[in-house]
């Protein structure tokens, strides 16, 4: 039997990327709701965001966030599921974010050593050894979990496997999630691409939960 | 029941210092403040008026980077002036302010060269956009200190200061 190319997508996002729940036709038509239309970006199509959908605590918004980080710090704050570029003035950015297993798994300062657009996605060796069906390496596209974006965390010169990256899961924006680092909506994370210089410092807020 | 509460105290007192040793084997970092979402609404919120100064900040961005000693537009820069360009066209009363910056390294000079020759770039990009030359000027800065980002002998700072901000201005200064 060979896989189609959109059912290894299925696999690899249902398997790798989203919460683990069986899904009915009554659930496929609620996604569908979280779509509107489509964007061409850099050679490729993401589908739109229909933030009528998304909770409006998850949508981008200036907000006053007392912080001693300098302007264009990112501030990822797991726990309570936002992300904030820093702003003069006390003020940020906030969007809202979903944190895989990845994104909970350190914390503390690094910087965004790389970006990509319409990044490729490689499955860690251990992922592969549990799921042997999944594809060694996916080109990005919009297919790609990973989504039309993702910016690379560094530490010392040192990958830190940590990622802030898009998403083609709306519905997982304000969750925990079972994979994945730090997801934001497809517009966000181009939002924030374009905002972020490689060399913009990055603060993962402790978690104590 | 003073008692109880100090009871409690101590409880939570060890409870955290055990967590606090749990994450100590998990990561050895400088400890970070700790999570909350300590943030209020600003401005005007979701209801941001279409037009307005906040519109351009939040739903646009005002800066775009460069890379060390060039005021060369790249791939990002240019979808970000696509987007002020676009803007602009919808909103043609406000008159730009193109303020280029360089970081801290070179002289004063070589900065302040450096700077005009990034707003320039902007002004002249947004030109060929259609946003009419009339209503943009270009301003350097140079690596001004009171007009820094933030100061410090690293690539998160110099990144940061090699920009250009686009500021909507109802009167053009003369």
Known sequence: MSLTRRAI???????????PIAKGFAQEDDEEAYFAGTVQDNGYVYRRTNMDRIDPIWRKQLVNYVHNEQPGTIVVDTKAHFLYVAFENNTA??????VGKEGF??????QVERKAIWPGWTP???????RPDLPHHMNGGPDNPLGPRAMYLYRDGHDLDYRLHGTVEPWSIGSDVSSGCIRLLPEHVIDLFQRTPV????LVLEHLA | MGRSKRELGTATRLIALALSLALAGCASELAPPKSAANDTAAGAGLDVPPGSNEDF??????????????????DTAKATLDNQAAWLSNYPAYKVKVEGFADEKGSTQFNMQLGMKRAEAVAAYLVSKGVPAARLKAK??????????KACDDISCWSQNRRAVTVLVTDVET
């Open chain 2, 140 to 149: 350097s800065f140079g690596n001004a200190p009171n007009r820094k980002v």
């Open chain 1, 199 to 202: 060399g913009t410092k990055v």
């Open chain 1, 93 to 98: 950015l906030r969007y809202g974010v979903g």
């Open chain 1, 105 to 110: 798994k350190w914390y503390g300062r690094a």
């Open chain 2, 57 to 74: 900040i939040v739903n646009v961005g005002r800066r775009v980077f460069f890379t060390e000693n060039s005021a060369a537009l790249d």
């Open chain 1, 9 to 19: 997508v299925k696999l690899a996002s249902a398997a790798v990327l989203s919460a």
């Open chain 1, 124 to 130: 860690p060796p251990e992922m592969l050894a549990r």
